[in-house]
């Protein structure tokens, strides 16, 4: 296996790990800073994460009683697999989905089926529910990513109720697309939501995420993941960012305005192909050119996206949606690469 690395180009305007491109407000840090500072250092944080589950149940609208918290949503993907598989098993997702599934998996010895996309990176309900009878969890990114493309609740209910398996679905940019399939956790027993605070409210450089599930399946999952996992500062930090919903809500809803007037933007372009996206990034390829070379002509510039090496993927860049400015940075520089295009480094 290669490791997992992800270049970091910080100097750059970054729009490449879909991250918010706001930092939490400086009042929001002064109260995360006080209450790290009024208490104890020196013990263990309360396992049970008490009052910040709590706060996502408010947010939720789940009990408390069907909410596990994690140390990034990645933990818990760890957690899922590890509590539902055994060497020699299969899990299933899609292709192109995100890596950190099939990563985990892989390291466990535990086979990965891969259903593909369409042509247009659309999801083959039919194909997940014939391939999910032979498996023991299936991770269904909704929106996907990298696509932004999307199961809707009817076909999700559909597949879950047409599979044996535990079906995961990972809503990470659910404020971005503003539909769930949580409903679904009070009548269905093979359901998990999984959700994240990296995205929309701003804190993925402190690694917390959370489970919605069954309290059965809760249970179930608490026997395998790891003890004091989430640290003192990240219970704080999403007690406090979630009692602050108003400001990260608001600057979710703009950042969906300017994808879509990316979008626009983008299909304005000759030869740009991009995809409809229900998340904070739009996939696109260029026709007549190597993703690579727009890549690097990019970064050159002082704009960082997202290059693949994956064959589905070989010929297409992602870009996180960031500030106005940045947008604008961004689609001034890619309409640069096209027009100079004609050097023959470019050309497919």
């Known amino acids: 296996m290669s490791e ?10 970054k729009l490449n790990q879909n991250e918010s491109p706001e930092d939490i407000p400086s009042f929001l840090k002064k109260q995360i800073l006080e209450r790290m500072a009024s208490v104890g250092w020196n013990r263990y944080p309360p396992d049970d994460a008490r009052v910040l589950i709590e706060d996502i149940s408010e947010y939720s609208g789940v009990p408390p009683a069907a909410i596990m918290v994690g140390n990034g949503s990645n933990e818990l993907i760890q957690t899922l697999i590890l509590s539902t598989c055994d060497s020699g098993q299969s899990i299933m997702t899609v292709q192109p989905s995100f890596s950190v599934y099939k990563r985990v998996a892989e390291v466990m010895n535990i086979h990965v089926i891969e259903v593909p996309l369409d042509d247009n990176y659309g999801f083959d309900t039919e194909a997940l529910i014939e391939t999910g009878q032979n498996v023991r969890i299936m991770f269904l990114a909704v929106p996907n990513n990298p696509t932004g493309t999307i199961l809707d609740v009817d076909q999700i209910r559909r597949i879950v109720e047409s599979v044996p398996c535990v079906v995961a679905v990972d809503e990470a940019y659910h404020e971005f697309y503003r539909k769930t399939a949580l409903p679904l956790i009070s009548d269905h027993d093979n359901i998990v939501i999984l959700r994240t605070f990296s995205k929309a409210l701003r804190l993925a450089g402190l690694r917390l995420g959370y489970l919605l599930a069954p309290v059965p399946l809760i249970k179930e999952f608490k026997k395998v993941k790891l003890p004091f996992s989430v640290g003192l500062v990240q219970q704080i930090a999403g007690e406090i960012m979630l009692k602050n919903k108003d400001i990260w809500l608001e600057s979710a809803e703009q950042i969906i305005q300017e994808k879509n007037r990316v979008f626009t933007e983008l299909k304005k372009m000759e030869r740009i192909d991009a995809v409809p996206s229900k998340a904070n990034f739009i996939l696109f390829g260029i026709q007549g050119l190597k993703a690579k070379y727009v890549f690097k002509e990019l970064i050159s510039n002082g704009v960082f996206v997202r290059c693949f090496d994956s ?21 001034h520089n890619l309409r640069d690469v096209i027009g100079r295009s004609r050097d023959e480094s470019g050309t497919l």
């Open 4 to 13: 997992y690395v992800i270049t970091q180009h910080v100097d750059q305007i």
């Open 311 to 331: 064959e589905r993927l070989a010929n297409m860049l992602r870009v996180t949606i960031g500030t106005p400015e940045e947008n604008d940075a961004f689609l």
